[in-house]
Each structure stands twice: as structure tokens, then as C-alpha cells.
């Protein structure tokens, strides 16, 4: 079951290496417009708010992979931290998104079910 919750966390890191790209680095693009759903003068506006919030999702996806390096190499009890950190602070921020923009559910469920999914089957597997 480790196994399993970390593929599953492993998953919602990769997302959120997605969204890294995305809001950090193809911000102003036409794709990523449509993706977020703006125009080109929002885009310009809000680049540099982007590419900071950009590298708050890049974070918590080093934090989750770092995190199952350690798990793999026998550091459980660090490893565990740093996933289940990195992982719950997706799950909450995509609460977040959901509470404050209610049209954006699609959004905060493509962000949250994942690594949700993760922390509980990996909290299983660490307890059993």
C-alpha cells in the first residue's frame, strides 16, 4: 500500500510540476490562456503574480519527490513527512481554490483528488 500512495502522490507532484510550467513559464501563451481561462491583457497583468505562484506548486513537488526518495532509500520517518507535507499542501490548496472561486471546482479537483487519494493510501499503508 506505501507503494500505491506514493505512485498516487507521485501523480499529484507531476500536476503540479504541470502547473509549474504552465503558470511559471507558458503564462502568456494561447494554450495556457485557454487552460485558465483568460484573455491577453489579464495574462500580462498578473505574469508576475504567475511565475511566483508557479514555484509554490514546483515546491511542493520537489518536497513530495524528495520525500519518496528518502522512503525508498529506508528513511521512513522523513520521507513520510515531506510527502504527506508536500501532498497535503496540495490537498489544501485546491480547498482553497474551491472555497474562494466556486467556478473553478474542475480546477481544485484536478489539483486535490489525486494527492488526497495518496495521503490516505499511503497513511494505510504506513499504520498497517
Do not use: C
Not at 494554450?31 to 506548486?57: C, D, H, L, P, S
Amino acid at each position: 500500500m506505501v507503494a500505491a500512495g506514493l505512485v498516487l502522490t507521485a501523480v499529484g507532484a507531476l500536476i503540479h510540476v504541470l502547473i509549474f510550467v504552465m503558470e511559471s513559464l507558458t503564462w502568456t501563451s494561447a494554450k495556457t490562456r485557454r487552460v485558465f481561462g483568460i484573455g491577453e491583457a489579464e495574462a500580462a497583468a498578473t505574469r508576475e503574480m504567475a511565475f511566483n505562484q508557479g514555484f509554490y506548486n514546483l515546491f511542493l513537488a520537489i518536497g513530495v519527490a524528495v520525500g519518496t526518495v528518502l522512503l525508498a532509500v529506508g528513511q521512513t520517518a522523513a520521507g513520510a513527512a515531506l510527502v504527506l507535507m508536500g501532498a497535503g499542501s496540495m490537498v489544501a490548496a485546491s480547498l482553497v481554490l474551491l472555497l474562494s472561486s466556486p467556478d473553478k471546482r474542475s480546477a481544485a479537483l484536478k489539483q486535490g483528488v489525486i494527492p488526497a487519494a495518496g495521503i490516505i493510501v499511503l497513511a494505510l499503508g504506513l499504520t498497517l
